[in-house]
T-cell receptor, first 116, second 117 residues
Framework: KAGVTQTPRYLIKTRGQQVTLSCSPI?????VSWYQQTPGQGLQFLFE???????NKGNFPGRFSGRQFSNSRSEMNVSTLELGDSALYLC???????????????FGPGTRLLVL | AQTVTQSQPEMSVQEAETVTLSCTYD???????LFWYKQPPSRQMILVIR??????QNATENRFSVNFQKAAKSFSLKISDSQLGDTAMYFC??????????????FGKGTHLIIQP
């Protein structure tokens, strides 16, 4: 099976702009989770989508949003970019039972976003 | 709030040695799962090993094993016969339980493990 793919891999934006990142999960997986990784805060959970519905959400401002399509592909959007949004954004796919049930999450290679 | 603490920011060992990475966590849950993930320089996170809290037997996966002490809320990772390819960041992770499910994973700050030739 093909792994989790994320596009684009690298992105440079300026403050105030918005950005959309894409994630294609492993075939058959219905859950997609998004994480932000920064040197200061480490890895932080953004949100999880399952069957086109947001199932869980982390503690991030409303500028961070996402959606999931019927083919389980997911996009996340960040509006009004700030310098602090510079990070590696990781997407993880799983079959849908949830991390709480011990389910393995399969991570993509990430999208590195630089905000200038 | 659930927390995951990794107290060793960086460790360095010689190839073929055994190394143990420590992790402690805090939770009020009784049954839960714990994970170790590895992030090599390529940045791709990979599951190393998983432990279910109600299972008393420590999980093992080839050269990787855990020492799970539920009462002490400790979950250390032992890597035997370390190899150069084990060089990576290692993250301890715990589901963020809330209500009837889990809000993703809470990760520790990570331990940068360097295997020297």
């Amino acid at each position: 099976k093909a792994g989790v793919t994320q596009t684009p891999r690298y992105l440079i934006k300026t403050r105030g702009q918005q950005v959309t990142l894409s994630c294609s999960p492993i075939s058959g997986h219905r859950s997609v989770s998004w994480y932000q990784q920064t040197p200061g805060q480490g890895l932080q959970f953004l949100f999880e989508y399952f069957s086109e519905t947001q199932r869980n959400k982390g503690n991030f401002p409303g500028r961070f949003s996402g959606r999931q399509f019927s083919n389980s592909r997911s996009e996340m959007n960040v509006s009004t970019l700030e310098l602090g949004d510079s990070a590696l954004y990781l997407c993880a796919s799983s079959s849908g039972q949830g991390a709480g049930e011990g389910e393995t999450q399969y991570f993509g290679p990430g999208t590195r976003l630089l905000v200038l | 709030a659930q927390t995951v603490t990794q107290s060793q920011p960086e460790m360095s060992v010689q190839e073929a040695e055994t190394v143990t990475l420590s992790c402690t966590y805090d939770t009020s849950e009784n049954n839960y799962y714990l994970f170790w993930y590895k992030q090599p320089p390529s940045r791709q996170m990979i599951l190393v090993i998983r432990q279910e809290a109600y299972k008393q037997q420590n999980a093992t996966e080839n050269r990787f094993s855990v020492n799970f002490q539920k009462a002490a809320k400790s979950f250390s990772l032992k890597i035997s016969d370390s190899q150069l390819g084990d060089t990576a960041m290692y993250f301890c992770a715990f589901p963020t339980y809330s209500g009837g499910g889990a809000d993703g994973l809470t990760f520790g700050k990570g331990t940068h493990l360097i295997i020297q030739p």
